[in-house]
Structures are given as C-alpha cells and as structure tokens.
C-alpha cells in the first residue's frame, strides 16, 4: 500500500471515529468492510467474494463463541476441562446448530446494543447491564446444554436430595 492511501484510510477512520464517538472495538470489526470497499474500486467481483469471506468468518465466531460457551457449561456440571469439554460441547451442539446460532445471535445483538448504549448512558448502569447480560447468557447457555443433552437422548442427572445449610442471621461479635 501507498503511503498516500493508509494515510487516506487512517483519516477516514479518524474521522467516523470522531463523528459517530464508538469504542475501539466496534472500528476493529468495521475496518474490514471499509477497506474491503475502498480497495474494491468500484468492482463487483471483489466486493462480492469479500462480503462472502467476512459473513463466513462472522459464521465461523458465531460458531466458535456457542461451543466455547457450552465447553464452560461442561467444564462446570462435568468431569471433564479443557478440550475434552470443547470437544464434547462440539458433539453434543450436532443436530442443534439452528438453535444455536440462533441464540448467539440474538445474545451478540444484546452485546452489540449493550456497547452502543454504555456511550450514552452512565457508565454504573451500562456496566449493570453487562452484568445481567453475561449473567443472562450464562443461564441460557445452561439451559441450552440441558435442551442438547436430552435431544442426544442422554440421561440428565439432577441431584434431588439436596439440603441447604441456614446461615446465622445473628451479627457476629468479636472480643478484643
């Protein structure tokens, strides 16, 4: 590349960031798309095969964030960590990828507005939000985990005689 042109290029960027005030993040998954048109000039061919490249990769997080997700899941109500569990959440995610993706999908829309909103709202609200966001994600992920075990016609084992201990409510007094 020129100079000319990643000078051209950085102004551009410069410029949305300054006009639009988005995080750093939002740029890094943009850029692509921004060079893609202007190194296309004007061709359809380049445009089209780029679009395509970067849908499949989009396809290919969506599909890499939903088994890493699922893997947690595992590592946490399994005996197993590490690949093993990335590998199990990889069979047990065959069958049920519509699902799936679909469930990404909408959680990483939920992300992606929880990011656009944190600019405007005050950040101890956008950061409660993320919080019971990921806490949201979590849970559906658990429930998805359950939903893909019983598809695969697995045994769910849930522990029925579970006894909670009372804690003291009484404050506690220290002798010095």
Request: aromatic content about 10%.
């Amino acid at each position: 590349m020129s100079k000319n042109f990643s000078d051209e290029l950085q102004s551009v960027m410069d410029i949305l960031k300054e006009a639009v005030k988005l995080p750093q993040s939002f740029f890094m998954l943009v850029s692509p798309l921004f060079l893609l048109v202007i190194l296309t000039k004007k061709s359809i061919v380049v445009l089209t095969i780029g679009t395509v490249l970067i849908l499949l990769a989009i396809c290919l997080y969506m599909y890499l964030a939903l088994v890493w997700m699922l893997s947690i899941v595992i590592s946490v109500l399994e005996d197993c960590y590490g690949l093993q569990a990335f590998g199990k959440g990889a069979q047990l995610l065959k069958g049920r990828k519509v699902v799936g993706f679909g469930l990404t999908f909408v959680l990483m829309i939920l992300i992606g507005v929880n990011v656009l909103v944190s600019n405007i709202m005050i950040s101890t609200i956008a950061m409660a939000f993320a919080v019971l966001l990921k806490m949201f994600s979590m849970m559906v992920y658990t429930v998805f985990y359950f939903d893909c075990k019983q598809s695969h016609g697995e045994e769910i084992e849930l522990e029925e005689n579970i006894e909670y201990a009372q804690v003291s409510t009484l404050p506690v007094v220290v002798d010095l």
